[in-house]
């Protein structure tokens, strides 16, 4: 009888695979920065509570860094909805940590 998550989910974590690939599909190199909110946008469908939760979670776990955009003064007000507040200010950006490997 179906335990947890198996209503149609194909992972324990389905919103962080889903910020995994929306990344790979936003950032044109391994390591760049994307906006917050082009992440959003690629994922109305998901709660901003449950997105949030998921991004905070992901880089506490060290999975993505999530940063402050260096250009605040010319930040859109887009831009600013999409931030988090973390560490006593808004983060803007994000970027995917690429996993260690390691040595044999």
Known sequence: ???????????ARPVDSRVRRAYADLAERA??????????????DVDRVELDAT??????RGEIQLEPDPHRIALTQR???????LGGE???????IPPRQESP
């Open 55 to 60: 991004l905070l979670a992901m880089d506490r």
């Open 90 to 96: 808004d983060m803007h950006l994000f970027t995917v």
């Open 31 to 44: 390591g760049d920065l994307v906006s917050l909110a082009r992440l959003r946008d690629t994922m109305p």
């Open 79 to 85: 831009a600013r909805d999409a931030a988090i507040w």
């Open 1 to 11: 009888m179906g335990g947890r998550g198996s209503a149609g989910r194909s992972s």
